[in-house]
């Protein structure tokens, strides 16, 4: 039985890839970039579909081992998804009470298109 829990465990946290980003760094310094910060713990939630928005940087983040992130972007549900252009926050998504997001990819995919037509 152990040895079972044990493989759900590692099945169920190795889908999403998080980045370390030191603390002293801005996760996003320049350009359009979405970021999802979510848990380890709720790696089963985490946005599937986060790689394939267009025209911007993608990157997530385990707030679990990068509490200062968590609270220096005020991240107090997950998964959440924010919106940065040039390391300024345009527009945040955040998941509902049972830590799914309800966002879709084209409600994200239009706030990174409105950020790239306002350069306009």
Not at 62 to 89: C, W
Request: glycine share 2%; net charge negative.
């Amino acid at each position: 039985m152990k040895t079972l829990v044990i493989a759900l465990s590692a099945l169920l946290f190795s889908t999403a890839v998080y980045v370390s980003i030191p603390a002293e760094e801005k996760v996003c310094k320049s350009g359009i970039c979405v970021v999802e910060f979510n848990a380890s713990f709720n790696s089963s939630n985490s946005v599937r579909w986060i790689e394939d928005l267009n025209d911007c940087v993608t990157s997530r983040v385990d707030i679990v081992s990068a509490p200062d992130l968590q609270r220096d972007h005020k991240i107090v549900v997950v998964p959440t998804i924010v919106v940065f252009n040039d390391g300024e926050e345009i527009k945040r998504f955040q998941a509902n009470i049972m830590m799914t997001m309800e966002a879709t990819k084209k409600e994200v995919q239009s706030a990174i298109d409105d950020v790239l037509m306002s350069d306009f």
